[in-house]
């Protein structure tokens, strides 16, 4: 079975100061891993995904993201956070279940940026 | 930028009322889901298509259902809205077994 846990529910930042969020998941075979974000009154926008390519995946925005197998990560970061970084970040993988590819969601990571 | 549209994006509708929300996307995937979001909360998949004639439950149990009559078009409907339908509905799709490219959502609200 695969589930991913996102080990914080809000983070908060200042301006212009790195952005990390956290990303645990278990899946009994090698996984595809995926970030999306949503801003409010939006729908949800795929930062990057990790597909058993490179491990460092860079994803749009500046943001990206590193796949450790061996701790069953997949972190978000960014070097430096702006004000339109605010949102909803959610951590998602990906497996097949019953022929179609089967998102499996995080409870999310409200981050707020504060000047 | 994905090419999936959500109508309406927002909805306020009395008790017992017939609804549907409509999703389109131009991009010939055909494979097309609709999840559902309540405030605060991780996605959960309600229904998905696999192409044209297919349709399927999802995870979560819905009192809603889904057509898909042509490859961009797949419409959830609600025969008797209540309360406990208030949330916001994301439609999704994607081609073969790749990323999900989701709608803007319509966010639901049953008096």
């Known amino acids: 079975a695969q589930s991913v846990t996102q080990l914080d529910s809000h983070v908060s930042v200042s301006e212009g100061t790195p952005v990390l969020l956290r990303c645990n998941y278990s899946?009994?075979?090698?996984?595809?891993l995926f970030w999306y974000v949503q801003h409010p009154n939006k729908g949800l926008q795929l930062l990057l995904k990790?597909?058993?390519?490179?491990?460092l995946v860079k994803g749009i925005n500046g943001f990206e993201a590193e796949f450790k197998k061996s701790e069953t990560s997949f972190h978000l970061t960014k070097p430096s956070a702006h004000m339109s970084d605010a949102a909803e970040y959610f951590c998602?993988?990906?497996?097949?279940?019953?022929?179609?590819?089967?998102?499996?969601f995080g409870a999310g990571t409200r981050l707020a940026v504060h000047p | 930028e994905a090419d999936i549209y959500q109508t309406p994006r927002y909805l306020v509708i009395g008790t017992g009322k017939k609804i549907t929300l409509e999703c389109s996307q131009t991009m010939g995937h055909d494979k097309m889901y609709w999840y559902q979001q309540d405030p605060g909360m991780e996605l959960h998949l309600i229904h998905y298509s696999y192409g044209v004639n297919s349709t399927e439950k999802g995870d979560l149990s819905s009192e809603s259902t889904v057509s898909r009559i042509r490859t961009e078009h797949f419409p959830l409907t609600l025969e008797s809205a209540r309360p406990s339908h208030t949330s916001q509905y994301l439609c999704a799709s994607s081609a073969a077994l790749n990323t999900q490219y989701f709608g803007p959502g319509t966010r639901l609200t049953v008096l």
């Open positions: 990790y597909t058993s390519a490179a491990t």
């Open positions: 998602v993988v990906s497996g097949l279940s019953g022929g179609y590819n089967k998102l499996i």
């Open positions: 899946s009994s075979y090698s996984p595809s």
